[in-house]
């Protein structure tokens, strides 16, 4: 492993996927917390972040919490909304573009823009302590975008008036996956909630990991058991008006820019 230090805390290097932890606490042997006294400790731990990161502060109205859990593939229809010369001059020519998390995270629309792409508030039990984490991660998954909503004057306004349908969502996916060697791919609704609070109440036991000396690597590869959800179909509440849909591509490396890929056969999939 390798750990390296920034911004917005220590990056750890491990299996060539990179985890930042902005922050970690870890609490005495058999304590247990509330939902209520977690979500409240969720919060603090939240204003600090955006304090000392300098991240914006996002309503939080209706926060939940999100436990661990199988994803099962969503398979409704999916439509996007663009430019009309973007369909023209590439999806029409079968040029496709998938996004990842830094891209999001820094791109110039700030009506687009989340900070909070791949931020995760994991509270794990290992060896029965809570370890609770501010965990960036993800990096290594690349993104295709849209909604479930279909004819929205508020997505045509924001993104384009060029529709285009995915009706066969999962022949769809099976076909980018096969073109870009993806190892799996995940669809979902994005849920939205702008403390990304998530526990596993399963309690893990790993005689690997010392809670003197937590970062080694059996530690990470709980966190990387564990992120995918909250990191990645969650957004804070002030994007809830998008009604995103996500097919999210699981690489063999991390991707700090888009992919771009052509592949003309995806056009059998879509209409427009």
Partial sequence: MKFQHNKNGVVAIHNDKRFILGYLSIGNESEHFSDSELSQYAQIVLDFQCSVRGLPKHNITNQQIFTN?????????????????????????????????????????QKQRDEFEGYSFLNLIINNHLVSTVCNSGFNYLIFCGTYKDNSTLHKEQFGEKKISIPNVKSFAEAIKKTINAKKYYVQKVNYDSVKLHINRDYIYNNQISLDNILVEPFFDCLRDNLLYPSLFVKPETFRQENEVRIIFEMHKDYKKPLKFDNIGLNDFINF
């Fill in 69 to 109: 859990g199988l994803i099962e593939n969503d398979y409704s229809p999916i439509y996007k909304y663009l430019q009309p010369e973007v369909f023209n001059n590439y999806i029409e020519k079968g040029k496709w573009q998938l996004g990842c998390i830094q891209q999001y995270r820094t791109i110039e629309n």
